[in-house]
């Protein structure tokens, strides 16, 4: 388990909570621990379209309050929610990994108001990059978690709607409400409870 020097409160680890599998919460809660420094404070669009100038922290909250609705709504089941949970609060983890302050200038990267910067490639493939990064944190455990995988493939799929060809099309209804619960979370105009 990651452990951090300085325990930063976010509401994402009070939704971690709320997913029953021990091993599935253990390890949103181990990604949690180790980016939490990077989801409150990096920008979650570099394009100036989506997100209007919130963190990735802010953003993956909203999403995760969008898939809740889904859990209520359509009545899933309690492994079908865990992931629906799990994979709002991950879907956007390879941003935090690859977003960076630090400009490499061998790389054509994007600059997000003047301070971070982040790779095209990061761009279009970070849906299959924190596929890969929850794959890797199963390797280097042993996990042979059934929820793990899932919550795997369904943030591999929720960007779909904007980048087709870089991220697969979603399969089942738990991937189909994540790709609409991130895209609802990326629009202005779109109020949850009332509020934008």
Known sequence: MTVVKEKIESKLLEYS???HNYELRQMVIDFLNQYMP?????????????HFG?????????TVAFAALHIQEFNLN??????LYASAILHDIANAEFISEERDPNQNQKLHQG????????????????MFMIGKYMLERKLLNPLIMKTALA?????????????????????????????????????????E
């Open 155 to 195: 943030v591999s799929a929720h960007m779909n709607h904007w980048y087709a060809g870089y991220s697969p099309e979603p399969r089942n209804n738990v991937e189909r409400f994540l790709a609409m619960s991130d895209y609802l979370a990326s629009r202005k105009e779109v109020k949850l409870n009332g509020k």
């Open 54 to 62: 919130e963190t990735i922290e802010q953003h993956i909250i909203k």
């Open 17 to 19: 909570q709320y997913i």
């Open 38 to 50: 990077k989801l409150k404070t990096y920008p979650a669009s570099f394009s100036g379209y989506h």
């Open 115 to 130: 301070k971070y910067n982040r790779s095209p490639e990061a761009a279009h493939y970070h849906a299959v990059l924190s």
């Open 78 to 83: 309690e492994d079908d929610a865990d992931v």
